[in-house]
């Protein structure tokens, strides 16, 4: 399949997945119980005139199929809303959180991707004793969840050795990557496990494939094969688990990381509508985004694979 053709497909099929998921991210909230007034009146008076108020200020007594056509043109036009708690544009909260996250999944991928491949590889070049431990090492990992990983690091690295900062995501880039460190390997730590054995499944299928033994009867010294012919065949398999950290967040809220991860959680305890829609609809956006560049890279990393015969990336 022609590669424009492909890629036009896909964004229109983007397209149509993230409208539904509008629709979606935007009636969710309106089924959760409470009332949005109810905390944002909390402390004074909640008498009929004052939640009038409040339901007239931000639209919240228009029939839904209103608000909904209403948001979703906000929406395309980069109007995300206003915040009920902080009061304040929504896109300007994103605006001042969303680095840190990004920085966040920056520093977990490149855990995951130079941890993860260089597990895999020795395990299945060297087999054995190592391979066994690699295995038992990453089936612990893949059974850690992210939140267990981080409220564990804290204790042994931030409390007890005092080597990491145990929340806050820091003041100037370097004291920034420093708090961010134990966050990271958290939020990678189940990737690493599960990145490292499709990495040794992949080289391992790769290692008995004819062209690596055809390499290694011709004199061709190891790492070359493993380089040339083994590693770039596993990569193709390796692009598939990148997508995966586009969701991860949760961590933020156990160090406190002022992310949109936080930010998330603290808008769906109270309500906070156009926040939790807006980041809702930005994280799925950026999912199939990724989704969408891995697609493209797959046939350029192993030609073996062609455009639109991969299944879902994720």
């Known amino acids: 399949m022609n590669l424009l053709r492909f890629a036009v497909r896909r964004v229109a099929e983007m397209a149509a997945t993230l409208l ?26 909640a008498s009929p005139e004052a939640v009038a108020a409040i339901n007239a200020q931000y639209h919240l007594d228009d029939p839904f199929a209103v608000r909904y056509l209403r948001w979703l043109g906000d929406m395309a036009q980069g109007d995300f809303g206003r915040s009920l708690t902080y009061r304040t544009d929504v896109s300007r909260l994103i605006a001042d959180r969303l680095p840190t996250t990004l920085l966040l999944i920056a520093m977990a991928l490149t855990v995951v991707v130079t941890v993860g491949l260089l597990l895999g590889r020795i395990a299945a070049v060297r087999g054995g004793a190592t391979d066994t431990a690699v295995l038992i090492s ?48 958290a939020l990678a730590l189940y990737l690493i496990g599960m990145l490292a054995r499709v990495t040794r499944s992949a080289m391992l299928e790769a290692l008995g494939a004819e062209h690596v033994t055809v390499a290694r009867s011709r004199g061709v010294p190891e790492r070359h094969v493993i380089r040339r012919h083994v590693m770039r065949n596993a990569l193709g398999t390796v ?13 933020e809220t156990a160090f406190s990381i002022g992310g949109i991860g936080q930010l998330l959680e603290l808008a769906t305890s109270t309500k906070d509508f156009p926040t939790v829609q807006a980041i809702s609809l930005i994280i799925v956006a950026l999912f199939m985004t990724v989704n969408l560049i891995v697609d493209l890279l797959l046939p350029v990393v192993d030609p073996r694979i062609t455009l639109g015969a991969r299944g879902a990336s994720a």
């Open 138 to 185: 990453t089936t612990i990992a893949v059974g850690t969840p992210s939140f267990v990983a981080a409220v564990l690091l804290q204790g042994l690295f931030a409390v007890k050795l005092g080597w990491f900062p145990s929340s806050g995501a820091g003041d100037g880039f370097l004291d920034t990557l420093w708090h961010l460190t134990l966050p990271a390997v």
């Open 20 to 45: 539904a998921a509008s629709f979606v991210v935007f009636g969710a909230m309106y089924l959760a119980p409470g009332n949005p007034a109810s905390f944002l009146l909390t402390g004074r008076s």
């Open 239 to 251: 692009l598939t688990t990148g997508g995966l950290l586009v969701c991860t967040i949760l961590v």
